[in-house]
C-alpha cells in the first residue's frame, strides 16, 4: 500500500510520498487537523488503487502562493517580479476554490484592471500570461482538473519600438568590463543563441566549422530551441576563438543567473541592456552587412519570418535610404 506522510510548516500542510520513482511534496493549503487528515487518506487511497479518488481544487490563495514557493527555487531572480504579477489577482480571488472561478469573472477583472486601475496594456498582458502559465503548471502535475484561465486572451499593448542592439564600440567595453566571461559573451553575440539554448551545450554540437543547435527535449519535453526545429550556424572566427576558450559545457548554471551575470557586466561596461540584446546585435549586424531578410531568420531560429521583418527590415542596405531618393513629385 502507497504510504503519503502529512506534516506541517507553521499553519500550512503539505503532503509528501513516492510515485513511479520520484517524490513529492505539495501543499494543501490551511486545513484543519481533521480535514488534513482526510485529504493525506484520499491521497493515499488514490495511489493505492490507482483512481482519482478526491479531486480536490485548493483556494486560488493556497495554490498561487505554493506554485510562487516552487517557482522562486527554479528562478530565483525573476522571483519578485511573479509575486507582483499574481498579487493582484489574489487580493482580488484569493479566497475562492479555483473551480468556482469563472472566465466572465476574469474578463471583468481584467476590464477592471485596465479602466479602473489606468494599467497598460503590457502590464495586464502580462498579468494574465503568468497567471495562465501558472494554472497550467497545476494542470500538468495533475494537481489541478481546470485552468479557469484556459479561455482567457491577454490583451497586447499597440506600443512599438525600435529593437536596440550594440555597435562594435559597445560590444569592447562589454568585453573589458570582465574578461573572464568576455569569450561568452562574444560567442553569443557571433551566433545569436538565445539563453536556453547555450545552457549546456557541449562542444561536439560544432561539427566542421558548424554549429548544430538541436532542438532535444528536456525532461519535462521542452526543446532547447524555442521553435521546436534544429538549425546550423555557421561559426567566424571570433566564435571558433570563443569555444576554445570556454568550458565543455560552455555553460553549467541556469539561465536566470547567465542573466544576472550579463547585467552585472553591462551596468560595468555602462552600455546597458539585456542579455537578449546580444542575439539582437547578431541579427542586426546581419541585416546591416546585406544578409537577406530570409537567410537571418533561418540563422536566428524565429519560427515566423514576420518577426525577423518586423525587428529587422528597417536596417537593410536597399531599403530606406535608396527608397526615399527615388521619389519624384
Sequence with gaps: ??????????????????????????????????????????????????????????????????????????????ITKARSEVKRFIERFGHRPIDSIRAVEVEQYKRSRLLDDKAAKETV??????????????VEWKELDVNPLAFVKAPRG?????????????????????????????????????RG????LEKSSVVGGRLLVESV?????????KSGKWREVPLNRYAKWAVRHLPDPLVSVHKDTVSDWFKRDSELAGVGGHLHRLRHTFCAHLVMAGVPLRRVQL????????????????????????AVAALKF
Design 197 to 200: 539554448e547555450v545552457i549546456g
Design 125 to 138: 498582458g502580462k498579468e494574465i500570461r503568468r497567471l495562465k502559465a501558472a494554472f497550467n503548471r497545476g
Design 217 to 225: 527535449p528536456d525532461e519535462t519535453g521542452a526543446g532547447r530551441t
Design 299 to 322: 540563422l536566428a531560429g524565429h519560427a515566423d519570418y514576420a518577426t525577423t521583418e518586423k525587428y529587422y527590415a528597417h536596417l537593410t542596405p536597399e531599403g530606406d535610404d535608396e
Design 1 to 78: 500500500m502507497a504510504k503519503v506522510r502529512l506534516y506541517w510548516r507553521g499553519t500550512k500542510a503539505y503532503l509528501d510520498w513516492a510515485e513511479g520513482g520520484e517524490r513529492f511534496r505539495r501543499s494543501i493549503g490551511q486545513p484543519d487537523a481533521r480535514e488534513a487528515e482526510r485529504i493525506r487518506a484520499a491521497k493515499e487511497a488514490e495511489l493505492t488503487h490507482g483512481v482519482r479518488i478526491l479531486a480536490r481544487l485548493p483556494k486560488v490563495r493556497d495554490y498561487l502562493e505554493w506554485y510562487l514557493d516552487w517557482y522562486e527555487a527554479e528562478h530565483p531572480t525573476t
Design 158 to 194: 499597440v506600443r512599438s519600438v525600435a529593437v536596440k542592439f550594440y555597435d562594435r564600440a559597445a560590444m569592447r567595453r562589454l568585453y573589458r568590463a570582465n574578461p573572464a566571461r568576455a569569450p561568452l559573451w562574444l560567442f553569443m553575440a557571433h551566433t545569436g543563441l538565445r
